[in-house]
């Protein structure tokens, strides 16, 4: 444990970005190894490297539990349309900020809850799937669609 501490604690702290989970994920990280250690295969890699994968498991596992309850629609686009929203703390100057906004508002209600789920509040199409009682496939048709009218509408060049 001595050995692996600090490159575990600091791959949960790189995935959990606070201290105390990711203090909590290395202890979880630790103990899950502990209780299939008989799972190691020394010819699929090193020691380090299974440890580190089950502390990034963890770590992602630990992610999901802190995420916020899921969000009506309606307030989704209250934030989205609303000049005050948090856009340009993500680096979108103020006029990109607004045209994104106007062209969310422009999405059928499907796309623009699965676009804005994802890309805003970090959900996943299984995720996404679940809250809405609707295939994965679909979901996934969904934000595709909804990116692609996005970037034809705000014309936006492939870097």
């Given at each position: ?62 992610s ?18 609303d ?27 499907e ?49």
């Open positions: 444990m001595r050995r692996f501490q600090s490159r575990v604690f600091g791959l949960a702290l790189t995935v959990l970005g606070d201290r105390g989970e990711a203090e909590e994920a290395a202890q979880d990280a630790f103990l899950r190894a502990w209780r299939h250690a008989d799972a190691y295969d020394p010819r699929r890699g090193s020691v380090a490297t299974w440890l580190l994968v089950i502390a990034r498991n963890v770590a992602i596992d630990h999901r539990v802190r995420r916020s309850d899921p969000v009506d629609p309606s307030v989704l686009m209250g934030e989205a349309a000049p005050g929203a948090p856009l340009e703390e993500r680096g979108i100057a103020a006029e990109d900020a607004q045209r994104l906004r106007a062209a969310i508002a422009t999405l059928p209600a796309q623009r809850r699965a676009l804005l789920l994802a890309a805003f509040f970090g959900r996943t199409a299984r995720e996404i799937g679940e809250l809405d009682g609707t295939p994965i496939g679909t979901v996934k048709t969904r934000i595709r669609t909804a990116m692609l009218k996005l970037h034809g509408m705000l014309e936006v060049r492939d870097a």
